[in-house]
Every structure is written in C-alpha cells, then in structure tokens.
C-alpha cells in the first residue's frame, strides 16, 4: 500500500527541486510489489485489520473524540484513495507556503467545495471581475440561494479599495467571508496583487470575530508562474482540467492551503458533496505532473514568441498578455512583485470586430477552436460568444470582453508552425 507520509523525508531529498522529486515523491514501491508506476487503486472500500481500528480510523475523519490512529488510514474513496493522496502530496512540492493540498473532480467543484465548507449563511464573497464564466454564474446564481452574497469588485483594485470594499460590505453582514482573486483574469489577464489583498484582510480584521479568507484561482499561470500561498493566501485554487493535467483529457480541480483548513475543513465538505475525483483520474494527473515543468516552459517560451509577433500585425489592435506590461505602470508593478513568469494565456483584439473574430477562428489549421486552456494543443476561443457569454452585455463590454477579442491557449507545438498557422488565419480577417 502506498502512502505519502511514511516515506516522506526518509527517502525525499527535500533540498530538491520539485520537478526532481515529482516522479517518485510520497510513494514507496516496496508496499506495491515493487512497481515504480503506484498502480491504480480503483478499491472503493479499504479493509480494516481489525474493528477497533476502523472505529478510529472513523474517529480521524471525522474528528470525533478519542484516540486516532497513528497514521491516517484508507477507508473508502469519498474520503481517499491511495492514488489521490500520492497525487495530493506531490501537489505540494510545487505550491510552497502550503501545507496540504485536497483534489476535486473539477476546478468548479473545488471552488464550490471550498466556499461552502468556509461560509455560512450571511456570508459574503467578494470576487474581482471579470472571472471564468462557471465561477461567476456560481456566484451570481447558486450562492445567493444558500444565502451567501456575491459582491464583484474590478481585478487591479489595490489595498485601500479591497479594505474599503471589506467595511462596506463585510463589516456589517458580522459573518465570515472570503475575498476570491482570479489573477491573472480569465480572459482580460489583468492582475490583481495578492499581497495588497492580504494587507488589506489583516487591516480590516484587527479587532474583528470575523474570518475573511483569502481565495486565489491560480489556474492560468499554474503552479510553476505564481505561488499565491506564498504571497499570502489562504487558498490556493486550480482547475486541474488545464494546465496540471494538461493533454485535454481529464477533468479535475485543487485546492491548497494550511493542515487545518484543507483537513478539517475542505475534506470534510468534499466527503459529504461527494466532489472527489476517480483513482483514475488521479492517475492520468500524477503522469501528467512529471511533465508540468517541460511543458509549462516549453507554454511560455513559445506564448512569449507568439505574442510579441502578434503585437506587431496590422490586423490586431492590442495584446493582453502579462509579458508585454509596459515598464512604470501599475500592472507591471504587480507582474513584478508577485509572478515568476507571463505564462503562455493570450488575449488580442482584432481590427475588423466579430466578423473579423469568427473568420480568424474559422481559418485555424494548426490550432484547434475550442474552449479550456493549458493543454499540449493550442487553442483558440471567442470569449464574448463562448466562455463568458452568461455575462451581463454591459458588464461584460465594460471588462473588455467584447466581440473583438480572441483568446489564445498556447500549447507544445513549434513556436514557428503556431505563428505561420495565426498568420495565415489573420490574413483572412
Ligand atoms: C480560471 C478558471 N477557473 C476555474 C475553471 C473551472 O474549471 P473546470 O472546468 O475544471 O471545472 C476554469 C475553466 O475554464 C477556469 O478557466
């Protein structure tokens, strides 16, 4: 039987970077015949030695009173699973600041898990906008039902309007809350700065009952550009589906953040919703991550190429992409502070609007027209008409999604064959 903690720092050179620990970290061979690959554990029920030690396996998971077992143990998979814990531990090498990390069967079921674990009725959610458009129907139609209020605020808002946005809006309703950042924004890239949402948080609860959580879904620079628990946050959220997974082919989401949190809290809401992913799932995701660092920079190098070719064509009138932030602004400033690299998500506008858009889309070769991100296919999509089109029109013109825009998921292709296959399609814009 495999299980992270027995063989961590026994075998793990921690000094290590993670991508030199990830392929065998948290597992030990000798406790599965030998084999290197941990096999898929598709057991839904584990068998106990003995009762007494299923009544206190029970008590661990669900915090009863009395004693527990020395090691947590395995008791059906709506709880955990062998493959699912390897995976979670390896999560952790590449998220520093966090201790624990809870997988999901998709990013929407981490974030949902994640808030309805930490809020109560009365509580409040306050999001910079715009976010992934399954995140803000969650909060604009569903939490408002459980009697948690949304509050949108505008990505890029800094320490004092985050603080002034807490006394308006959360000093009153007296419950917990959580300010969730989605930085860089899904699909405009502006940056909000993690940092200053801390300060503010802080500020704001000196003296206070309340708990405001600090929530960030660091889906689109992914574990390798940007690490939010270092920068402050309490949460660190991922749709798994992009760039984690990475190949397209499984659905999943994460979250990280303190023991306390993630094992008290978080696991106990996705025990009971029923949001864990499958043991094969959490196979196809403890492949991919032997990959995430060979394909995240390959991602970059190639965006970095890409976008800078794009913002020199006559047919684009502007490219939104963390890597071309000019010096002295206030974006940049953020960039700086708290992202280690631009990523490889691209926003660009075109010249000829909508119909311009769709003839750009509908000329693609190379890379596939399609919705998700971070995959090894590059991929392009049309916000306004696709992800983001359950926004309101006028709030959505207002963020800058509107029918100009194109958004670009750059993958594992030739850098060169990406730009001759956008050039072709721009020119018959
Ligand atoms: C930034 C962001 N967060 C969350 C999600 C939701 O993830 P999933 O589709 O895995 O539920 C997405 C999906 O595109 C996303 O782009």
Redesign the pocket.
Known sequence: MAKGKRVRGRHAPQDCRPESLVSTFGYSPQLSEGALVPPIFLSSTFVFRTAEDGERAFRAAYHLKGPKPRTPSLIYTRLNNPNLEILEDRLVLFEPGAERCAVFS????A?TTSILSLLEKGGVVAYSTP??G??DFLFNHFLPKFGIRTVPFRAGSDATQILALLEREVGPAGGDAMIFL?TPA?PTCVLTDIGAARSAIDRFSRGRKHTVYLGV?N??LGPMWQHPAQLGADLVIY????FIGGHSDV???AVLGSRKLIEDRIKVGRTIFGTIPSPFDGYLLLRSLDTLQMRMTAQLKSAESVARWLSRQDEVTEVLYPGLLPKGTLQRKIYDRQCLQPGSMISFYLKGGKPAAFRFLNHLRLAKLA???GSTTTLAEHPASM?HSDLDPTERNELGIDDRMVRLSIGTEHCLDIIADLKQALRQT
């Open positions: 998709s990013g929407m079921a974030i976010v992934y399954g995140t989605e899904n879904d889906t689109f749709s798994a589906t992009k659905l999943a989401g919705v998700s991100l992800t």
